[in-house]
């Protein structure tokens, strides 16, 4: 059974900073597959993909993030982390973990981020 595990998330002032952690278990070869951490602002709203890193460590942003927000990935361990710098309330959101691979996605519950004012 497939299962992904966020943690990390929090309340931080503006300007801070977190690192949140995906851990992943149950995923056959966890290098192979893409790893993707997206976010939801509010119940309702759609999904945006925040970061990506693929299968051969290449990686893209949102715009909004780059240059502050890092993915990164550790396949020995079967983890993936976002490494998220000079957050804003915009940042603020539910974050979640997203695996991939031949079509097949899997998801995480998700962390909370709020980042105060």
């Known amino acids: 059974q497939v299962q992904l595990v966020e943690s990390g998330g929090g309340l931080v002032q503006a300007g801070g900073s977190l690192r949140l952690s995906c851990s992943a278990s149950?995923?056959?070869?966890?290098?192979?597959?893409?790893m993707k951490w997206y976010r939801q602002r509010a119940t309702g709203q759609g999904r945006e993909l925040v970061a990506?890193?693929?299968?051969?460590?290449?990686?893209n942003y949102l715009g909004a993030v780059k240059g502050r927000f890092t993915i990164s990935r550790d396949n020995a361990n079967n983890r993936v982390y976002l490494q998220m710098n000079g957050l804003n309330s915009e940042d603020s959101a539910v974050y979640y973990c997203r695996a991939e691979r031949d079509g097949g996605r899997h998801w995480g519950q998700g962390t909370q981020v709020t980042v105060s004012s």
């Open positions: 149950g995923l056959e070869t966890f290098a192979s597959y893409d």
């Open positions: 990506l890193i693929d299968s051969s460590g290449r990686t």
